[in-house]
């Protein structure tokens, strides 16, 4: 227990120095933004990538094995795990679209309207916090906290709404089907540190 406590005091004295030193992007808004942190291998359009390199708008980012990347793009922040692709798409001059074409996305985002698009669904969000896992077959989507708009195989016909304070998964598969889900592959802790890589209090520990 102790051991416990001890370590969730460090874990908070890290998210606090992470609130204190994060700057504003010097980058013009919704242009471009920075490699965050890197574990492993990730590629920038198939260049390869290091830390505080810059990312921009119609990027195409990949993660090797056993790899992390964590990109913070305006005031939104993504976490791409191993075997990952994920496809910045741009709208206008800022980001309409998050295409997650294979592996796991941990994303916290700031208000306003943008998309997540995987093999079978697309989701629509409004400022939240999410975790998804993609392939051709399946997707399993988690709201962490806050509202999306859900379309199973992209049919808006069938879209329908989740709102959520702590965790709400479905998984959403080929063929259309949807099963509420248990939480799986990612953290509270996590998403507070995301969250402060934005400059913005944790979810999870406030209140």
């Not at 490699?35 to 590629?43: D, F, I």
């Not at 910045?88 to 994303?107: H, P």
């Not at 959403?172 to 089907?177: F, I, R, V, Y």
């Not at 990612?186 to 406030?206: M, N, T, V, W, Y």
């Amino acid at each position: 227990m102790k051991h416990q406590c001890l370590q969730r005091r460090q874990f908070l004295l890290l998210v606090g120095s992470l609130l204190a030193t994060v700057a504003m992007p010097t980058w013009a808004a919704g242009a471009s933004g920075e490699v965050k942190q890197l574990l492993g291998q990730a590629w920038r359009n198939d260049q390869p990538l290091k830390l505080g390199d810059p990312i921009s708008l119609g990027d195409h980012l990949r993660t090797g094995a056993d790899s992390k990347l964590v990109v913070r793009l305006d005031n939104d922040v993504y976490l791409l795990r191993a075997n990952g692709s994920l496809q910045l798409e741009k709208k206008g001059l800022v980001l309409g679209s998050l295409r997650l074409l294979s592996g796991a996305l941990l994303a916290v985002f700031a208000k306003g309207n943008k998309q997540i698009i995987t093999p079978t669904v697309t989701a629509g969000i409004r400022g939240t916090g999410l975790y998804a896992e993609a392939s051709e077959q399946s997707t399993y989507f988690c709201l962490c906290y806050g509202e999306v708009d859900l379309s199973p195989m992209h049919q808006e016909a069938r879209r329908f709404r989740v709102k959520a304070s702590h965790h709400k998964a479905h998984t959403l598969d080929a063929k259309g089907s949807i099963e509420k889900s248990p939480l799986r592959n990612h953290s509270d802790d996590e998403l507070a540190i995301l969250e402060a890589l934005a400059g913005r209090k944790p979810h999870a520990l406030a209140g």
